[in-house]
């Protein structure tokens, strides 16, 4: 008998899923988890190959897709832009068409999302979004799932969004809709979120002030002044930044209990002080090893639906 597998989703943005799948997501983590820490074999995606497209630097996404896949049974290509047709400008449409004959799920890390939506449009097979200018899903997955293993639900709480108007917070701003909470955001009035991005709802709050925006919040969070892609405009952006940095001020604004995360690479003295991203408060290194975790329950989620063991 072939194998179960679940009718064709992509993930190219949180909205992808909706609160309900989300959640499925979420608990299968939990199980996934729990069975890796046993050293429980768990291999449902046995003889399946993911593709890995990356045309930005990465060490976490890399090595999270990778090991994660391997865990589960299957196995996986690495593909840059340097040493494949699509630096050659090969049209992605044909890139599309001809991996995803050839694998079963594809991650890529590109620019701008309209390239992960036409590669999308023409695969056979789930694609996923591993980071682009506009998103970070996985990042937000693995975000979430840290705050629910430290605090239980996220639904109701207060989330402070501190720095840039960037594909880590155009992605929080989908979550805080899908799954119930508050988003404070404060960015330099130079760098506003973009309204085609972050629509205006009840769950978005435009803060003026990194105080502001951390006033109450049960989670702080901020992410590098300048992302890949936009570093000609790093000086500029270092000016302009200066006093959108989480530091113990910032953190004393938020609810006593608050966490601090972050996507890294980080850059202490910069978006952060080196005492909170190594304080108390700090999550970091869990929410970076729940990439491990949220990804092989996705790909499962992608892959199988809900069929699974
Ligand atoms: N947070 C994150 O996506 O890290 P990498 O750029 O190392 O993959
Ligand atoms: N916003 C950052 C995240 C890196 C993981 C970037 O896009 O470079």
Redo the contacts with the bound molecule.
């Keep these: 008998m072939p194998p179960m597998t679940a009718p064709l989703r992509h993930f190219l943005q949180l909205a992808d899923l909706s609160g309900d799948e989300l959640q499925h997501v979420f608990e299968r983590t939990r199980l996934i988890k729990d069975r890796f820490k046993r050293y429980e074999f768990y291999q449902p995606l046995r003889d399946r190959t993911l593709a890995m497209v990356f045309e930005?630097?990465?060490?976490?996404?890399?090595?999270?897709f990778e090991a994660g896949m391997y865990q589960l049974g299957g196995s996986v290509i690495h593909i840059t832009t340097g040493d494949s047709q699509l630096g050659r400008s090969e049209p992605i449409e044909d890139s599309a068409r001809v991996i995803s004959r050839m694998v079963d799920i594809v991650m890529i890390?590109t620019f701008e999302q309209a390239k992960i939506e036409r590669f999308a449009r023409y695969s056979r097979v789930p694609v996923i979004n591993?980071?682009t200018n506009e998103f970070?899903p996985?990042?937000i997955l693995?975000d979430v799932f840290t705050f629910i293993e430290q605090r239980g639900t996220i639904r109701g709480r207060t989330v402070a969004w501190i720095g840039d108007a960037n594909n880590m917070a155009y992605t929080w701003v989908q979550a805080a809709a899908l799954l119930g909470f508050t988003l404070q955001v404060s960015t330099p009035p130079a760098y506003p979120l973009d309204p085609r991005l972050a629509p205006a709802g009840a769950h978005l709050k435009v803060c003026d002030s990194p105080l502001a925006a951390a006033h109450g919040a049960d989670l702080v969070t901020t992410d590098v002044w300048t992302s890949?892609g936009f570093e000609a405009q790093n000086e500029a952006r270092r000016r302009a930044f200066a006093d959108w940095r989480v530091d113990a001020r910032v953190m004393a604004a938020a609810r006593h209990d608050a966490l601090f995360m972050h996507?890294?690479?980080a850059h202490r003295g910069e978006e952060v002080t080196a005492e909170v991203l190594d304080g108390p408060q700090s999550v970091v290194w869990d929410e970076?090893e729940n990439?491990l975790h949220v990804q092989k329950a996705l790909m499962e989620y992608l892959l199988l639906g809900r069929d699974v063991a």
């Excluded at 930005?56 to 999270?64: I, L, Y």
Aim: hydrophobic fraction near 30%.
């Design positions: 930005k630097a990465s060490t976490r996404t890399r090595v999270s890390r591993g980071l970070h996985c990042q693995a890949m996507c890294l690479p970076a990439r």
